[in-house]
């Protein structure tokens, strides 16, 4: 017996174009990420808090020389984006995990990395937001010029790779009880190289160092970024499956 | 009648716990199988496989002519899927909840199939809401809506009463036979015997891993079922 043609649903439109069917679904993650986010405000009104406290408190207790200062601006950069990002992460995930949408998610009938790249896509997107934010303010309290296009770069390049590992490591943290812990614990290891380059080139730029010093860290950003980007579309699959 | 869903030898292992031991089913087309058993029997697990949403550690699972794992976004694409979580965003709207899951299924003409979908369920009035506002019964109604918005062949149901209050039970069943109706093969897992009995076609019981015993409705009284489903259990303990 089939069922009434009133209620019969329309025919895929993209059955035989995976590649447009794996675009849609990305873009529908996205959208849905956009939108939730657009109407709650939850996940970047705490990640723009955080960044900024951090920024501010820094600012006090780092009394220090023009110099010196400009010598630890990079750091003091990242950290903020980083923390700021798991934080991100965390709370992208577990609104996946709360009412089991997740497994939503992993009902559709697409390829499952196009659920990680809309995912990853939507907190690059929040963790890029915050950044834009925290640079204008970050300059002004601390009287330094950041808006040179090669520390932009690297800003970019780093959040990326960050983004690209988190999200996957988020993905395996969010089923357990202890999620806000582990991703952490999970995270800062594999994400040490990211970090380090993001550092040692975002310093580069802000001391003005030549840029043959400079190039291997922004080389290992980007066979980083390459290379996690890739690990997460083969594994996606068995990550979130059980 | 087409066989649906072929399950043979099925094995289910989390670490050095079997849940799943060896476990046969077989559900024809247009059949309606209550799924009961104790806790931890291990029914929403046998959900979960026939939902791709797990893999099998081993066995043969078939469903609509594919293989899972292998073929798993072929079944997905002809399963509907409600559990006791809604799988529905808060912060959006039912609407565009359903918009989300559509562009997911890749359908085409969306506007008129989440109308038609918001009216099956009876939430037409509040399409422009946000989930997080509507009680549990009118959540579980949606997250019908949404498992029927491809027409999926297969319906899998897991405990979709839990938490209900008896009006919200109550018009959930009518949503239930309106969706069996349409001829889609269910398959649902309930500890309520009762409602079960009352929507179900053929009762299958879930103990230790394996199908311990299966009756179709013609073949027993509804006032028999919880005599049917003790004894069920017992011979499988003994």
């Known amino acids: ?242 | 009648m087409q066989t649906v869903i072929e399950v043979r030898r099925l094995i289910k292992r989390f670490g050095l716990k079997t849940v799943l031991r060896g476990l046969d089913f077989r559900v024809e087309q247009g059949e309606f199988v209550a799924l009961l058993g104790p806790n931890g029997a291990g029914k929403t697990t046998f959900l979960r496989i026939l939902a791709s949403l797990s893999r099998p550690s081993l066995g043969e699972v078939r469903i609509a002519g594919y293989h899972l794992p292998n073929q798993s976004a072929a079944v997905r694409r002809r399963l509907g899927v409600v559990s006791h979580l809604p799988l529905l965003y808060g912060d959006l709207t039912a609407e565009e909840n359903l918009r989300f899951y559509g562009r997911m299924y890749g359908l085409a003409d969306l506007d008129r199939r989440i109308a038609e979908v918001l009216e099956l369920v009876g939430l037409a009035a509040r399409r422009r809401d946000l989930v997080r506002t509507f009680s549990r019964g009118m959540q579980q109604r949606l997250a019908i809506g949404r498992a029927v918005l491809h027409d999926p062949e297969v319906m899998l149901f897991d405990e979709p009463h839990t938490g209900l209050d008896q009006d919200a039970c109550a018009m959930l069943d009518t949503v239930l036979r309106e969706v069996a109706a349409r001829g889609r093969t269910v398959v649902m897992t309930s500890h309520d015997l009762m409602r079960a009995a009352d929507l179900a076609s053929r009762f299958d019981v879930l103990s230790r891993g394996v199908i311990a015993a299966s009756v179709q409705r013609a073949e027993i009284n509804p006032n028999d079922l919880l005599a049917f489903y003790r004894q069920s259990l017992q011979e499988v303990k003994a």
């Not at chain 1, 207790?61 to 934080?87: H, I, M, N, Q, S």
């Not at chain 1, 975002?202 to 003005?208: E, I, V, Y």
Request: charged fraction near 15%; glycine fraction near 6%; proline fraction near 5%.
């Open chain 1, 1 to 242: 017996m089939k069922p009434d043609t009133a209620i019969l649903a329309s025919e895929p439109r993209s059955a035989h174009r995976p590649l447009s069917g794996f675009l849609r679904a990305m873009g529908a993650v996205i959208w849905k990420d956009l939108a939730a986010e657009l109407r709650s405000r939850e996940l970047l009104s705490a990640m723009l808090v955080f960044a900024l406290l951090v920024i501010i408190i820094f600012n006090f207790a780092l009394e220090l020389d023009p110099k010196t200062r400009a010598g630890v601006t990079a750091g003091v950069l990242w950290v903020t984006f980083v923390f700021a990002g798991t934080l991100g992460l965390n709370r992208s995930l577990a609104i996946e995990k709360d009412r089991g949408c997740i497994d939503g998610l992993l009902l559709a009938p697409v390829d499952r990395s196009a659920i990680y790249f809309g995912k990853a896509i939507g907190n690059l997107i929040f963790m890029l937001i915050v950044e834009i934010i925290v640079l204008p303010v970050y300059s002004l309290l601390y009287n330094v010029n950041l808006f040179k296009p090669g520390l932009l770069l690297v800003i970019l390049l780093g959040s990326i790779g960050y983004i690209a590992v988190g999200t996957l490591l988020a993905t395996m943290a969010v089923q357990a009880r202890t999620r806000d812990i582990l991703l952490p614990i999970l995270l800062f290891p594999v994400a040490l190289p990211v970090l380090m380059a993001s550092v040692k080139a975002s310093n580069g730029f802000l001391q003005a160092l030549p840029m043959a010093e400079i190039q291997p860290w922004l080389n290992l950003l980007i066979v980083y970024d390459i290379i996690f980007t890739a690990v997460a579309f083969m594994v996606f699959d068995y990550v979130v499956e059980e």
